[in-house]
């Protein structure tokens, strides 16, 4: 067997995608050359060893990787897990992620973890908390981590600030960086009623380093009202490529991942969503040295 040097972390300002077991094949094969890098969610990798780390070695040989986690529960009442920090860093250690990122939710209480990303209000109560949830994330890996906007389907009458408001304090308090979920802004804009474009035009792009793109599904609630679920399972849709191009308008080129975590596609059908987003990358750098 051909061994391949591992490359360097750094994730490139190109298109990747989430690393799901079922693909290993076809990227190990060299069917990969459009995607740039890989993303994975740290929760699938605890165990020490097994198949799951013996996979996920060969494509860090060959590919950078991202850390993007979904059970810190940064904005959690309680405390942060320990244990969970401390296998979150030596992750980081054994596999030198380009990128670390997490959500801004809440997923566990008093011991008991759930299934979901919940939503916070935005009060300064909370800020102080997810600040100090931060800081101690990112003391502890000894890595900046990006925080990602989340979608949401109910607001908070508590609330004291909006949304963008509250990720920019966020910022300036911790020193953390931003991911920003164009397909979020897409999904919360839908369900409250907002002008998803607005939202993007306010963002503090400065602090995005990295992009994320994925398909939602319709729904509806309670009282028979459209309701759009950010479920990872379809193609990303026309309005929120658009919004896309919007963002990277205004923040460059920027590493973008394609989410596709349920009903998984096969490997070209996954492959072609990150191309496009690879396009649109390029064109943005090729309008952008074009300009006077």
Known sequence: MVEHPRVAATIPARAGVGFKPEHAVDILSGDAAGVAWFEVHPENYCGAGGRPHDTLEKIRARFPISLHGVG???GGAGDLDRHHLQRLKALVSRYEPGLFSEHLAWSSHEGAYLNDLLPLPYTKETLARVVDHIDEVQETVGRRMLLENPSTYVRFESSEMDEIDFIAEIVRRSGCGLLLDVNNVFVSASNHAFAPE???DRFPVEHVGEIHLAGHAESVDEVGAPLLVD?????????V???????IRRAGAVPTLIEWDNDIPEWPVLAAEAARAEAL????RTNHAASP
């Open 281 to 284: 990358i390029a064109a943005r």
């Open 198 to 200: 607005d939202y993007i």
């Open 241 to 247: 490529w658009d919004l896309y191009v919007r963002a």
């Open 231 to 239: 479920a990872h399972d379809r193609p990303v849709i026309a309005r």
């Open 72 to 74: 810190l529960s940064i």
